[in-house]
């Protein structure tokens, strides 16, 4: 008895084998020509059943690669244990009436055995596809027959697999290429770049605990070319957490021979802020260690753009929240600490009502306006160690990292539905916009942040579908109301 398999995961798990309108295979070919010999049929197939249709990998004794799905008898024996027999299909309640036994190849005889693939990380085998014998007579299949079209099915399967193996070590080399051609492109705009960068080499003599500089080292430090400066005396440029990571760094490579690589705050002798990056790794001479020697090379541009684009990357250009990406590392970031010590924080998703109606009537400039404004009203709203975000369009978040109680957060729901309340004027009427908002709280019966998210969205169309500009809670059956019309309350309680 095979494990029961929705077909949701039946079809991820054909389509993953990447076989469906591929050109025929001999050894497919060869496998239905000797099970139609073999068994006296004079059609045999291979085939594998999609969304729409049944489609032939293999096919003998058909001038025709496929139908329709619903006309499939191999969907029937997709569903099997062990072997589909069909005697007589005009006689079979099943395939009676089927347009393939009505008419053309008018199937009477009908034997499909699945076809089953091992499904990934051990979770058992899936039938994909069937081996199937077909007479244009009713006859009987005898259980020689029915061996033998086991035996058959089971050398599918294994060329079936042979072929998943196959194309999984392709698509692993193409995603290797991928990566070693994205790699390459990255090594080469590095080069690029340490060809236009700010660098100098230094030397540290073991014995003297004394540096001598290259000239661009002295200009990094912001010093005139001169004498050699005392280790001391150059650990002074770097930020205190910097001088740590270089001391421990410095004695590691003397006791271990351990290269190092440090990126640092820096201050240079000007007073110029800087980010500066240190390599080093030992000089060695009769097989003594005698010296450190290394390059030292002004990053601070590179790292200004990298923490620019990081924060491009997190911030919503338009109103400045945070991103959809950002939120995720956040929402991850606090479950995590709510894991370890149990505290608790409450999400909020917020939909604009009507805000459709502005961008029509004013234009997409006032639109994005009222994102500005709506935006403005989330940031002071969330508090501190919260996170205000848009999601994109007219959908919001944000993280209210109290732990509150159910007064709490119905009346800092309450509030927030009254502040995101706000009227547009033109040709001389109001459109007034308001927010829509679900709330979960997080507890650690919820399994991931997708599901947290979830629950959060469902109780926002709870929300939507009582009445727009109102909140409701996940698991709670209260609807919330702006505190500014809490002669609503008792009304929106008992909806």
């Given at each position: 008895?095979?494990?029961i398999?929705?077909?949701?995961?039946?079809?991820?798990?054909?389509?993953?084998?990447?076989?469906?309108?591929?050109?025929?295979?001999?050894e497919?070919?060869?496998?239905?020509?000797?099970?139609g010999?073999v068994l006296?049929?004079?059609?045999?197939?291979?085939?594998?059943v999609?969304?729409?249709?049944?489609?032939f990998?293999?096919?003998?004794?058909?001038?025709?690669?496929g139908?329709p799905r619903?006309?499939?008898?191999?969907?029937?024996?997709?569903?099997?244990?062990?072997?589909?027999?069909?005697?007589?299909?005009?006689?079979?309640?099943?395939?009676?009436?089927?347009?393939?036994?009505?008419?053309?190849?008018?199937?009477?005889?009908?034997?499909?055995?699945p076809?089953?693939v091992?499904?990934?990380?051990?979770a058992?085998?899936?039938?994909?596809?069937?081996l199937?014998?077909?007479?244009?007579?009713?006859r009987?299949?005898d259980?020689?027959?029915m061996?033998?079209l086991?035996?058959?099915?089971?050398l599918?399967?294994?060329?079936l697999?042979?072929?998943?193996?196959?194309f999984?070590l392709?698509?692993?080399?193409?995603?290797?290429?991928r990566t070693?051609?994205?790699?390459?492109?990255?090594n080469?705009?590095l080069?690029?770049a340490?060809?236009?960068a700010?660098?100098?080499?230094?030397?540290?003599?073991?014995?003297?605990k004394?540096?001598?500089?290259?000239?661009?080292?002295?200009?990094?430090?912001?010093?005139?070319?001169?004498n050699?400066v005392?280790?001391?005396a150059?650990?002074?440029?770097?930020?205190?957490?910097g001088r740590?990571m270089?001391?421990t760094?410095?004695?590691?490579?003397?006791?271990?021979?351990?290269?190092?690589d440090i990126?640092s705050?820096?201050?240079?002798?000007?007073?110029e802020?800087?980010?500066?990056?240190?390599k080093?790794?030992?000089?060695f001479?009769a097989?003594?260690?005698?010296?450190?020697i290394?390059?030292?090379?002004?990053?601070?541009?590179?790292?200004?753009?990298?923490?620019?684009?990081?924060?491009?990357?997190?911030?919503?250009?338009?109103?400045?929240?945070?991103?959809?990406s950002?939120l995720?590392?956040?929402?991850?970031?606090r479950i995590?600490?709510v894991r370890e010590?149990?505290?608790?924080?409450v999400l909020l998703?917020?939909?604009?009502?009507?805000?459709?109606?502005?961008n029509?009537?004013?234009?997409?400039?006032?639109?994005d306006?009222?994102?500005r404004?709506?935006a403005?009203?989330l940031?002071?709203s969330c508090?501190?160690g919260?996170l205000?975000?848009?999601?994109?369009?007219?959908?919001?978040?944000?993280?209210?990292?109290?732990?509150?109680?159910d007064?709490?957060?119905?009346?800092?729901?309450?509030h927030l539905?009254?502040?995101?309340?706000?009227?547009v004027?033109?040709d001389?009427?109001?459109i007034?916009?308001?927010a829509?908002?679900?709330?979960c709280?997080?507890?650690v019966?919820?399994a991931?942040?997708?599901?947290?998210?979830?629950?959060?969205?469902e109780?926002l169309?709870r929300?939507?579908?009582?009445?727009r500009?109102?909140a409701?809670?996940?698991g709670?059956?209260?609807?919330?109301?702006?505190?500014?019309?809490?002669h609503?309350?008792l009304r929106a309680?008992t909806?």
């Amino acid at each position: 008895m095979h494990a029961i398999v929705s077909e949701a995961e039946r079809l991820a798990c054909l389509r993953g084998l990447g076989i469906l309108d591929t050109p025929p295979e001999h050894e497919f070919d060869t496998l239905v020509r000797t099970a139609g010999q073999v068994l006296e049929c004079p059609i045999a197939l291979v085939t594998m059943v999609d969304e729409n249709r049944q489609w032939f990998k293999a096919v003998c004794g058909l001038s025709i690669d496929g139908t329709p799905r619903e006309d499939a008898f191999c969907t029937h024996a997709l569903k099997a244990d062990d072997l589909l027999v069909v005697s007589d299909a005009t006689v079979d309640s099943r395939f009676a009436h089927n347009p393939l036994v009505t008419g053309d190849p008018h199937i009477r005889f009908y034997a499909g055995m699945p076809i089953r693939v091992e499904r990934p990380h051990g979770a058992g085998p899936i039938a994909v596809a069937t081996l199937c014998v077909i007479d244009r007579q009713p006859r009987e299949l005898d259980e020689a027959g029915m061996t033998v079209l086991r035996d058959l099915a089971q050398l599918a399967e294994a060329l079936l697999t042979a072929r998943s193996n196959t194309f999984a070590l392709v698509r692993l080399a193409e995603e290797r290429r991928r990566t070693l051609e994205a790699l390459d492109r990255s090594n080469r705009q590095l080069r690029q770049a340490e060809r236009m960068a700010r660098i100098g080499s230094w030397r540290l003599c073991l014995r003297t605990k004394v540096m001598a500089f290259s000239d661009q080292t002295y200009a990094i430090h912001g010093m005139p070319v001169g004498n050699e400066v005392p280790l001391e005396a150059v650990l002074d440029f770097y930020s205190a957490q910097g001088r740590i990571m270089i001391e421990t760094a410095v004695s590691r490579a003397i006791s271990s021979g351990e290269s190092f690589d440090i990126e640092s705050d820096f201050c240079n002798a000007q007073g110029e802020a800087l980010r500066v990056r240190l390599k080093g790794e030992l000089e060695f001479r009769a097989d003594e260690a005698v010296a450190l020697i290394g390059v030292l090379q002004d990053i601070t541009d590179r790292h200004a753009m990298e923490q620019a684009l990081r924060h491009a990357a997190q911030t919503d250009d338009l109103t400045g929240l945070a991103s959809r990406s950002r939120l995720n590392l956040f929402l991850d970031e606090r479950i995590r600490l709510v894991r370890e010590n149990d505290s608790g924080f409450v999400l909020l998703l917020i939909d604009l009502d009507h805000f459709k109606a502005v961008n029509d009537a004013c234009g997409h400039p006032a639109g994005d306006d009222v994102l500005r404004v709506m935006a403005e009203k989330l940031q002071a709203s969330c508090g501190a160690g919260g996170l205000a975000a848009r999601l994109g369009g007219d959908e919001f978040a944000l993280i209210l990292s109290e732990s509150l109680d159910d007064a709490e957060l119905e009346q800092r729901l309450g509030h927030l539905l009254a502040t995101l309340r706000h009227d547009v004027e033109t040709d001389g009427r109001v459109i007034t916009v308001t927010a829509t908002i679900g709330a979960c709280r997080f507890d650690v019966t919820i399994a991931s942040r997708s599901g947290f998210m979830k629950r959060a969205d469902e109780a926002l169309y709870r929300a939507k579908n009582h009445r727009r500009g109102f909140a409701a809670v996940a698991g709670e059956a209260r609807i919330i109301v702006p505190n500014d019309m809490a002669h609503l309350k008792l009304r929106a309680d008992t909806h």
